[in-house]
């Protein structure tokens, strides 16, 4: 089937460790992005990726680091200087950047920092 | 500074009701607004809009957009209780960069 995968579903870490979340997508998509949900708010955009290799910051970067290797890659780290970790974490691609295109998201990652 | 702003932000209702939900924008650059659907997990897309009075429909969905008054609606008819979830809006702005803006969203919950 296709589609866009994320895992772990749940993660815990203790404070003062860096952590990565995986996002694997099979829908041939140039363009991925990742996101971050917190309770009350709306999706807030941390980096994005148009094409394999290339990578561009997004709304709220800081203490985040992506890599995009492989098309149908594009992993996240939360590292330790991201203050407020725990959060709802959602992998979304698309055929290409643009206009005319929509987002696809993954079931996402709930990371939970103590 | 750019911004999506959904309302209401919560809303209960009982099935066979009709709602509407509203999200209005300011951002730069406008290009498209869409609607998400988020039961528990990951967003299901609805519907794009990118022109103004044009109303799009899927079943008991529709949304239309007013990019004068800067604006969309969904209205969801004869809701039933597989309705009940988180409804985002989101709005693609600056240039071809794909980037979507975000509304913190409807939760709506639809009674038996």
């Known amino acids: 089937d296709g589609g866009i995968t994320q895992s772990p579903k749940y993660l815990f870490r203790k404070e003062g460790q860096n952590v990565t979340l995986s996002c694997e997508q099979n829908l041939n998509h140039d363009a991925m992005y990742w996101y971050r949900q917190d309770p009350g708010q709306g999706l807030r955009l941390i980096y994005y990726?148009?094409?394999?290799?290339?990578?561009q910051k997004g709304d709220i970067a800081e203490g985040y680091s992506v890599s995009r290797e492989k098309k149908e890659s594009f992993p996240l780290t939360v590292t330790s200087a991201q203050k407020n970790p725990t959060a709802f974490y959602l992998c979304?691609?698309?055929?290409?950047?643009?206009?005319?295109?929509?987002?696809?998201f993954g079931p996402g990652t709930r990371l939970t920092v103590t | 500074e750019d911004k999506v702003v959904q309302s209401p932000l919560s809303l209960v209702v009982h099935e066979g009701d009709t709602v509407t939900l509203n999200c209005s924008y300011e951002?730069?650059?406008?290009?498209?607004l869409l609607w998400y659907k988020q039961e528990k997990k990951a967003p299901t897309f609805l519907f794009m809009l990118t022109s103004s009075g044009i109303e799009k429909k899927s079943g008991r969905l529709s949304s239309i957009l007013d990019k004068k008054e800067l604006f969309s609606i969904l209205n969801i008819t004869a809701t039933q209780t597989g309705d009940s979830a988180v409804y985002l809006c989101?709005?693609?702005?600056?240039?071809?960069?794909?980037?979507?803006?975000f509304g913190q969203g409807t939760t709506l919950q639809v009674k038996p």
């Open positions: 951002v730069t650059n406008f290009r498209s």
């Open positions: 989101a709005v693609k702005y600056s240039g071809n960069t794909g980037k979507l803006i």
């Open positions: 979304a691609s698309s055929i290409q950047q643009g206009v005319s295109y929509e987002q696809y």
């Open positions: 990726s148009q094409i394999v290799n290339d990578f």
